[in-house]
């Protein structure tokens, strides 16, 4: 028995099947991440968060929550953490990336639905999330048609709130979306019962900050040849990075980088200086969605970046700091979200110059979108960032697929023909 | 060209059949082929038994297999069955500029590039819908052997429209067809030209250029064959072998890497 059984059964787990669950993800990390070799000491620090995902984060959330805090969950990265964090409420992500829960996501989700909906809807009707089972409210946003219609569902099993998100980048768009930062405000004050202030404010848009700074720094030493981290690993990093204490998290992070300049003034990489290089582009991957960067990058390239919300998509941008008021604080973090470029927009062209400056800079020699089975926004611009990569120069395979392990033999042949296509 | 423990050599192993090209000087000097099995490994084993390899490049799905067993008694190298069938097409017809393979369970669809380099390339998804899989179920349920179902197509008195892809959906539809009393060759060669509507489909997403090569096992199907050619007014162009241009690419590529060295 787990020391953490008590934990999860107050949390109403279904402990057998999380127990399963927990042991496919600790096979999973065991052959993709701890069989890489030439990893950065840095990694344990990763390698210990992730072996205690379920376990100690969790405890600190329960001591957060007996200490009086909120534990706010969001599936998208345009829930607003910094003011979440400025109501001294904690902020994690729910994206769900194993296919444990299908079955009873089905029963009540169409079967064509994205794995990403369905997994954590799933979570949550079999019981198997403790970050889920830990969230006084669960942020819900109007992004896709699927997850606006999921909520609708979820909501019947969990506190969720709905947060508006614009489908156009116009200014009365802005203005909506500033409504809705106004709205969530004083949700959040309610919720928590705390007075947001622009001390607290402005104290977490800082701290919010310095975790992108943190993960920028990484994604810039990427350019470096030969690469000195492998994609695998800054993936997890950044999975790690919505439900990690930010601090810590930061803090770490920041070592890393540390030890990855010293790699890169060595002129060390995980791979050789001539594996093609390679940008994903696409869907978020949620953990333990390791599939495709591990048949990747088991076909001699190396990735080199994350066009995508668990990537560069969350961190490219930060919050101007430079205000004082609350009124400042609240236009400057509605800039920095109303420049996300995510594919739910339209149009969404922004999207098509950072993926292609995202290439020159970290020296891609291809892309490869990636797309959940059933997510309509991402494969249907999939077509105009094809054109933009190929006016680009930029040779570009296009990738669908979901959690299940079905199709990895023919995603192998897809994959190796593209890299050998490039060497 | 030898290497110097003995010839060069490739070798396709796919779902259905296994094939060995050695290569000579000349080109091609052994072609063999045996049934995959559910022994592909001592399959393999048995076509080597016939040659004097020392440096052979594995394609096809058991590829890496074959590449992990064979790595202590020779040089061996693997690569896929895309950039196989590319070489082995431009090989045959320098002039090629797509090429088209299918298969036993997959259907590829390569655009070549200056030179000869894959430029661009389609394969279906996970499902066997338009494969030679699809071939093989349906002439299974019409009760005819596999090798004449191309021949018997071509005796259809007109073209009726299967309109499923889905090798379960096509089969049902086949079924009330006959039961219609439709005859069994208008429904096979009505499955015929589905699987040809798809690979078109396929053809145009990568931006179809001729010449057109035709290779893989279903390159043997004369049905196919026929109403392929008349969506082009160039003449196709079938390598005698369809069903080497893998392992021969495989072959080739061997011998560039031992031209390297
Ligand atoms: S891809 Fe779009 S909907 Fe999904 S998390 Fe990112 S911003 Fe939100
Ligand atoms: S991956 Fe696509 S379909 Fe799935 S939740 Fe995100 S935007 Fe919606």
Redesign the pocket.
Known sequence: MSSYDAMWEKLNLDLDAHSGLLQVLGKFYGDIYLSQSGRLQGMEYLDFVLSEVHGLRIKELQDAKEAGRKIVGA????APEEITLAAGAVQVGL?AGAEAGKDAAEKVLPRNTCA?IKSFVGFKLARLCPYLESCDMVIG?T??DG?KKAYEIFEEYAPVYVME?PQMKRACDRDLWMTEMLRYKDKMEELSGKAITAESLRDAIKLVNDRRRALQRLNSLRAASPVPISGRDVLLINQVSFYDDPVRFTASINKLCDEIEDRVKAGEGVAPKDAPRLLLSG??MAVPNWKLPYVIESSGAVIVGEE???GA??TRDLVDEGGKTMDEFMNALADRYMR?D???FTPNTERLGNIASMAKDLKADGVIHYGLSFCQ??AIEAYKVERAMKDAGVPMLSIETDYSMEDVEQLKTRVEAFVEMLR | MQHENGGIAGIDIGSRSIELVVMGDEGPVHQVKAPTTFDPLAQCRKLMREVRVGRIVATGYGRKLFAETAAGEMDVKAITEIQAYALGARYLYPEARTVLDIGGQDTKVIALAEGGKVGKFEMNDRCAAGTGKFLEFMATALQVPLEAFGNFAMEADRRIQINSMCTVFAESEATSLMARGERPENIAMGLHLAIVQRTLAMLRRVGLETPLVFAGGVAHNACVRTILQEQFDEPLLIPENPDMVGALGAALHGMLLASRE
């Open positions: 599936f998208c990265v345009f994206c990403l946003e992004t896709c997850k998100i869907c978020p995508s919300c668990i998509r969350n996300i995510c594919a739910c926004p991402y």
